[in-house]
Nanobody
Framework: QVQLVESGGGLVQGGGSLRLSCAATGGTFKNYVGWFRQAPGKEREFVATITWSSGTAYYADSAKGRFTISRDNAKNTVYLQMNSLKPEDTAVYYC???????????????WGQGTQVTVSS
């Protein structure tokens, strides 16, 4: 199974920007690659996803207009450009690769360690 390594997190002031990277090693991405985040005491939530073959992106409402997901086929890497960051964006950010199975299910690769994003006020 492919291993996913997230990087690019850090501490940034509100209104600042960060660019997260998700690199696939030991294999390739499934057709969908998504970014998710989990804040302390909260459930993991969806942020953005991209279809590898087409580059079509889909965003959670909280990310629309501020975040941009993209991919580099040659580098087997997916990025999340985050602009206009808010303290509410503070979380551990994870990427994962998945495909649709059956009528409504999804099959994911293993979860990585994530990268911490901290946005100060």
């Amino acid at each position: 199974q492919v291993q996913l390594v997230e990087s690019g997190g850090g501490l940034v002031q509100g209104g600042g920007s960060l660019r997260l990277s998700c690199a696939a090693t030991g294999g390739t991405f499934k057709n969908y690659v998504g970014w998710f985040r989990q804040a302390p005491g909260k459930e993991r939530e969806f942020v953005a996803t991209i279809t590898w073959s087409s580059g079509t992106a889909y965003y959670a409402d909280s990310a629309k207009g501020r975040f941009t997901i993209s991919r580099d086929n040659a580098k087997n890497t997916v990025y999340l450009q985050m602009n206009s960051l808010k303290p509410e964006d503070t979380a551990v950010y994870y990427c994962n690769s998945y495909r649709r199975v059956g009528a409504s299910g999804y099959e994911y690769d293993s979860w990585g360690q994530g990268t911490q994003v901290t946005v100060s006020s």
